[in-house]
């Protein structure tokens, strides 16, 4: 039953909408019929400016860091079945992104879930946060566009949790790597009207 509730707790989490509300009750506007209507970092800071958008970033990714550090503190990992309580861990961390992209006080619509993702990986595997961080970065500085570098970033994100156990000779976690394949198929899923722009050659920088 705690675990349920947990979960729930959650989701709930992830569905606060903090670029809906920062740009409601500080730009007193909608930021839903702004610029590409997204309730992301990248619109609010398109829209509103640097500030707006990188508060928005650190609150989205502070409820995906908040998580999984409430889930490892409800349950620690046990030497006797470590794989169980890393798993309730990755579980956490995708629900809380599902719960963004799927928000509750938004009839089930919301953001892209790319900050909140990057607060779950920087606490449940640092190592692969930075390494994504850094594909993210790259792309970024190279083309200057936003949803092509999340793009980039979500192609590799999951392949990682099968290299990075191979280079120190240790058996993937399975399950984790579909976790996070389902996952990373869902964002950019979220991001196909970008995927189209950007074939179209009509995706803007930012």
């Known amino acids: 039953m705690f675990q349920i509730s947990f979960f729930i707790f959650i989701f709930l989490l992830g569905s606060i909408p903090f670029g809906l509300l920062i740009s409601r009750y500080w730009l007193k506007i909608d930021i839903r019929e702004q610029g590409s209507g997204n309730i992301g970092m990248t619109n609010v800071m398109r829209v509103g400016g640097k500030l707006p958008g990188i508060i928005t970033f650190l609150l989205d990714f502070g409820k995906g860091s908040l998580t999984v550090l409430l889930a490892q503190t409800a349950f620690p990992v046990s030497e006797a079945v ?10 956490a961390g995708v629900v809380v992104v599902c719960g963004h992209v799927f928000s509750v006080f ?48 979500l192609i590799v994100l999951p392949w990682l949790f099968l290299l990075f156990p191979w280079l120190q000779n240790e058996t993937p976690f399975w399950t984790v790597f579909f976790l996070f394949l389902l996952l990373s198929s869902l964002l950019i899923y979220k991001h196909r009207d970008n995927i189209k722009r950007l074939l179209n050659d009509q995706e803007s920088q930012l």
Do not use: D
């Open 106 to 153: 938004l009839r089930f619509k919301g953001g892209k879930g790319i900050s909140t993702l990057f607060g779950v990986l920087a606490v449940l595997h640092f190592s692969i946060a930075l390494t994504v961080a850094l594909v993210w970065v790259g792309i970024f500085l190279w083309k200057k566009i936003s949803s092509l570098s999340a793009i980039c970033m």
């Open 82 to 91: 470590p794989e169980a309580q890393l798993l309730i861990h990755t579980l």
